[in-house]
């Protein structure tokens, strides 16, 4: 499975941005899907995950009310809708596909099969 991740950029503190993830190589839908980040001079740390239906959605406790993951299997394609970005959300973001029989989805990096390029996010204050 490949992965390409797309729509970082450069904002303002309490603004927005939508990232896309999109997968190729593989079939979709078997995946649970999420999305890590990496700030300088820091460990990679859990954004966000979803099942694979999308039924479920899992969130660090920073980005509650704020991000919002979601997934399209007819496109395969995984989104992360940043709204109130805040300038510790600073980070290269990068997706993942977590190859799974059942529903969920993991909020470990070492769970992960696949890893696409980041795309950095960088809010000003």
């Known amino acids: 499975v490949q992965l390409q991740a797309f729509g970082g950029g450069l904002v303002q503190a309490g603004g927005f941005l939508r990232l896309s993830c999109a997968a190729s190589g593989g079939a979709f839908s078997r995946y649970a899907m999420g999305w890590f980040r990496q700030g300088p001079g820091k460990e990679r740390e859990f954004v966000a995950a979803i099942s694979r239906s999308g039924y479920s959605t899992y969130y660090r406790d920073s980005v509650k009310g704020r991000f919002t993951i979601s997934r399209d299997n007819a496109k395969n394609t995984v989104y992360l809708q940043m709204n109130s970005l805040k300038p510790e959300d600073t980070a290269d973001y990068h997706c993942?596909?977590?190859?799974?029989?059942?529903?969920?989805?993991?909020?470990?990096?070492?769970?992960?099969?696949?890893w696409g390029q980041g795309t950095q996010v960088t809010v000003s204050s």
């Open positions: 993942a596909a977590d190859f799974r029989t059942g529903q969920g989805a993991g909020v470990r990096s070492y769970e992960y099969d696949y």
